[in-house]
């Protein structure tokens, strides 16, 4: 089944302890991303990837990092996570970065910082 | 302005009525347009792309694109209770990026 599949979905931190969400899809898409979304706010883009070793910052990258090493994953990072990171999380990717192809997103991850 | 606007609602419709879902958007995206469904604690689901001016159908879908007044909307003929979600409002921009509206909330009456 083509899917993207995020880990994990459910996660309470402590203020300043180091995580990753990890993202991999299984369709040979060239183009990845993740995204928060918040109530008010919807859905705003935290880093984008266009190919393996190809990342950019989207609208709200501050706190977080990514890499691709692999075509299939892209991995959240948060060195030193903070309340204000308490959000819902998506990883979505496109066949490529071209700006016709929609989205298909992985299942979220909620993630909590106290 | 924000770069793609929707009203949040909730919208209500009685089952069996068209529902309308609009989006305005900014000159700073103005490529390619998606409507995605949202059902409360999942994930987005891709259900229409538009790129041309004018109607696109699939089904009881059917994504309206007018470029000269920067919007695009979104008809459900024939609602269902089943439709009762939150439409989110998508514009891929001449980059990368691509930028979510805050969605609208569609309620349909059984």
């Known amino acids: 089944e083509a899917q993207v599949t995020q880990n994990p979905r459910y996660l309470i931190t402590v203020t300043g302890k180091k995580l990753t969400v990890t993202c991999s899809q299984n369709?040979?898409?060239?183009?990845m991303s993740w995204y928060r979304q918040d109530p008010g706010l919807g859905l705003r883009q935290i880093y984008y990837s266009m190919n393996v070793e190809a990342t950019d910052k989207g609208d709200v990258p501050e706190g977080y990092k990514v890499s691709r090493k692999e075509k299939r994953n892209f991995p959240l990072i948060l060195e030193s996570p903070s309340p204000n990171q308490t959000s819902l999380y998506f990883c979505?990717?496109?066949?490529?970065?071209?700006?016709?192809?929609?989205?298909?997103f992985g299942s979220g991850t909620r993630l909590t910082v106290v | 302005q924000k770069e793609v606007e929707q009203n949040s609602g909730p919208l209500s419709v009685p089952e069996g009525a068209i529902a309308s879902l609009n989006c305005t958007y900014s000159?700073?995206?103005?490529?390619?347009f998606f409507w995605y469904r949202q059902y409360s604690g999942k994930s987005p689901e891709l259900i229409m792309s538009i790129y041309s001016n004018g109607d696109k159908e699939d089904g009881r879908f059917t994504a309206q694109l007018n470029k000269a007044s920067q919007y695009v909307s979104l008809l459900i003929r024939d609602s269902q209770p089943s439709d009762s979600a939150t439409y989110l409002c998508a514009a891929n921009s001449g980059g990368f990026k691509t930028i979510f509206g805050a969605g609208t909330r569609l309620f349909v009456k059984a």
């Open positions: 369709m040979n898409h060239e183009y």
């Open positions: 000159d700073r995206v103005s490529q390619s």
């Open positions: 979505a990717s496109r066949f490529t970065s071209d700006s016709n192809y929609g989205y298909t």
